[in-house]
């Protein structure tokens, strides 16, 4: 993605405007606007093995293909007696068995690339097997609910605003917070030089980053810090919940996290997968208990850029893959149960012989989370050129 000045300029004066914190400004930009829909969108990155994490037991080929690697049926979590979670992701079944939890098995992008690179544009973007779409599905979304009118309506847990908010609707990047103890002179320095540009828009567009800075500042300097934990996301998440709790003008929220690529030692109930999966599901139960009341107008959905071969390698690892699995959690999930066609996993039934196919477009999954839950019903000017309508839904949402 190439960026344009003005873009480049916008990103260094979010940046510019969380270093100095803006503090004058906090009580002000505190007062927030109505409720709203929310939507959290977190991206593994990495290509996790989703056969692993949401395990079909009840298929005798996934036994077949992964002698070493495969989860033993005494140790998987049974959901539905064909489906079943790996053993690390233990604190999510209560999620799961309370309907707020729910599982899509064998989506993805109908893109076959199996380049990490590629394929996280093409999520990010929307537009799988298009490279010269400018701005992210979510930035679209965004303009769509109305972000570009708020100070602090999308925001990334991230250093960096990410490719998925690329645009000109306008989001914060949350990085590692705001430093409200900088000298006065320094944020006055800076305040002023936008404040004298002669560029009209972007001095609207540096009132309204240091407004977001302000109330970013303001909302994490009240109460105790979020609970930390394990990994990137075990940080993220937390902090997010209590933003979202917190300042209801935030409609949505973005968190990733690398380190699912594993191609060596992947391992089964136990080993490198099994360590991240604790991490993914300790971060995900504190964020849902983060979210205190605003959980019931929350939506989280988790997915990756492709699976993971359903035979295991040479290395007892897997390699890049095709169809996956997507998490659902919220208020609204109608949850408590495994959606999508299953494709089954006997040679016949791979794709390209050697991967879990796709029945089930990732974006059919979002489609369904703007339209029905975020009331955005123009899903083609979210996903450009894909329009399912309410009749191909899955029936996520109650």
Request: with cysteine; glycine share 16%; proline share 7%.
């Amino acid at each position: 993605m190439t960026l344009s000045r003005r873009d480049f300029v916008k990103r260094g004066l979010r940046a510019a405007a969380a270093a100095v914190g803006a503090p004058g400004l906090a009580r002000a930009a505190l007062a927030g606007g109505p409720p709203g829909k929310r939507l959290v969108v977190v991206f593994l990155r990495g290509a996790i093995d989703g056969l692993n994490v949401v395990v079909p037991h009840g298929d005798p080929g996934y036994y077949a293909l992964r002698p070493s690697i495969a989860v033993p049926r005494d140790q998987v979590l049974d959901l539905d007696g064909c489906f079943g979670l790996h053993p690390a992701l233990a604190s999510l079944a209560p999620l799961y068995r309370g309907g707020h939890l729910a599982l899509v098995h064998a989506a993805g992008s109908p893109d076959p690339t199996r380049s990490h690179f590629d394929a996280q544009d093409y999520m990010e973007s929307g537009t799988p097997g298009v490279k010269s779409t400018p701005d992210g599905w979510l930035d679209r979304c965004g303009r769509r609910v109305g972000c570009g009118a708020a100070p602090l309506c999308a925001v990334s847990a991230g250093s960096t605003v990410p490719r998925i908010l690329a645009g000109p609707g306008g989001s914060f990047a949350l990085g590692t917070g705001t430093r409200g103890g900088r000298d006065a002179r320094e944020e006055q320095a800076v305040r002023a030089m936008y404040e004298r540009s002669l560029d009209a828009p972007l001095r609207e567009e540096a009132r309204q980053a240091f407004l977001a800075s302000a109330r970013l500042g303001a909302l994490e300097g009240a109460g105790a810090p979020p609970p930390g934990g394990g990994g990137a996301l075990g940080q993220a998440l937390p902090r997010l919940a209590r933003l979202l709790r917190a300042d209801p003008g935030i409609r949505l929220a973005f968190a990733d996290a690398g380190g699912w690529d594993h191609h060596v030692n992947e391992g089964g109930a136990e080993g490198q997968l099994a360590n991240r999966l604790r991490e993914l599901a300790g971060a995900l139960e504190r964020f849902w208990e983060g979210l205190g009341d605003a959980a019931g107008e929350t939506v989280l959905v988790a997915l990756s850029e492709f699976g993971r071969t359903a035979r295991e390698n040479g290395s007892r690892g897997t390699d890049h893959g095709h169809g996956n699995v997507m998490l659902v959690l919220g208020g609204p999930v109608r949850g408590g149960a495994v959606y999508g066609r299953w494709p089954g996993l006997a040679p016949e039934q791979l794709h390209e012989g050697r991967d879990l196919a796709v029945t089930t477009d990732f974006r059919l999954v979002l489609a369904e989370v703007v339209d029905r839950h975020l009331g955005c019903d123009r899903v083609d000017a979210v996903f450009p050129g894909y329009a399912p309508g309410p009749a191909g839904y899955l029936g996520l949402l109650g």
